[in-house]
């Protein structure tokens, strides 16, 4: 048996590159959880996950250009699966079958959050900050009062403001607590979610109030797609300016009805219409 291992993951090794190999615990109970938890996390040439029910004990084998193990553990979490790392949404346990419902170890949730030299290279070495943010009912609440912040700086066309500003949405992007997300909202938000940090470390990263609006471009529809996954407690206008982005538009959204245009500030302040508005 320890040979036909040791050729089973010689064998995944050779076809994945760059592989690295992890050791993780994930709760389950039977072949059926093992099944689910193994195809949840395997994609093809870039992750595999052997799983032993006994030991309760995971064998992740990734490409470590392409993933890492937090994606992988992730969906498995997705698919009703706790980890160390991740908990299941509690709607997506209560899906799994009677004898798949494993007892769940009671874990505090702890908000930790991080700070990048350059937040763009998702994958580079990170430092860890002491940094406590108040998380309100709603898990992605202080994400979007951030990323309002961050518009009304653009408004003000205040390159230096807006670069704080967009340091502080990156903080309340790393603080979330997926584990309090709905299934939905978790789906969407690990989609979305290095779209977000990518574009928001571009804007950190400069003071050029233009090359700021470019990247709040990109920003804005990953952050539309989340907030419309989301259940608000106010309605939300997404809003469109027809002269933006050399002349093919571009939208964000607004707490207010009233456009206060973020591409182009005093200079064309209510240049623009709302396209939707979201309840």
């Known amino acids: 048996m320890?040979?036909?291992?040791?050729?089973?993951?010689?064998?995944?090794?050779?076809?994945?590159?760059?592989?690295?190999?992890?050791?993780?615990?994930?709760?389950?109970?039977?072949e059926m959880c093992e099944s689910t938890i193994e195809n949840a996390?395997?994609?093809?040439?870039?992750?595999?996950?052997?799983?032993?029910?006994?030991?309760?004990?995971?064998?992740?084998?990734y490409d470590s250009s392409k993933t890492n193990s937090d994606e992988i553990l992730k969906r498995i979490a997705l698919a009703g699966y706790d980890s160390?790392?991740?908990?299941?949404?509690?709607?997506?346990?209560?899906?799994?079958?009677?004898?798949?419902?494993?007892?769940?170890?009671?874990?505090?949730?702890?908000?930790?959050?991080?700070?990048?030299?350059?937040?763009?290279?998702?994958?580079?070495?990170?430092?860890?900050?002491?940094?406590?943010?108040?998380?309100?009912?709603?898990?992605?609440?202080?994400?979007?009062?951030?990323?309002?912040?961050?518009?009304?700086?653009?408004?003000a066309s205040d390159g230096t403001l807006t670069s704080a500003k967009a340091k502080t949405l990156l903080t309340a992007i790393d603080a979330v607590k997926m584990e309090k997300l709905t299934s939905e909202s978790h789906t969407v938000w690990m989609k979305v979610m290095k779209d977000l940090a990518l574009n928001t470390g571009h804007m950190e990263a400069t003071k050029d109030i233009s090359l700021q609006r470019t990247h709040f471009i990109t920003l804005s529809d990953p952050m539309y797609q989340i907030l419309k996954a989301s259940k608000q407690d106010t309605s939300i206008y997404y809003q469109h300016c027809p002269m933006a982005n050399n002349g093919k538009g571009a939208n964000w959204l607004s707490k207010e009805s009233a456009i206060k245009n973020p591409y182009y500030g005093a200079q064309m302040l209510t240049c623009g219409n709302t396209l939707e508005t979201i309840e």
């Not at 050779?14 to 109970?29: D, L, R």
């Not at 009677?98 to 998702?122: F, G, L, N, P």
Request: net charge negative; proline share 2%.
């Open 41 to 61: 996390g395997n994609i093809k040439k870039v992750a595999s996950v052997d799983w032993d029910k006994d030991t309760k004990m995971a064998t992740l084998i």
């Open 84 to 155: 160390d790392n991740f908990l299941a949404p509690d709607d997506a346990y209560a899906k799994l079958a009677e004898c798949c419902q494993y007892d769940r170890v009671k874990k505090t949730a702890i908000v930790k959050t991080e700070s990048m030299e350059d937040h763009a290279m998702h994958h580079q070495e990170m430092v860890n900050e002491n940094v406590e943010i108040k998380q309100d009912e709603h898990p992605l609440k202080v994400v979007f009062d951030a990323y309002f912040i961050l518009k009304d700086a653009l408004v």
């Open 2 to 30: 320890a040979m036909i291992l040791l050729l089973s993951v010689t064998s995944c090794n050779a076809q994945i590159k760059n592989s690295k190999t992890e050791n993780v615990k994930i709760y389950g109970n039977c």
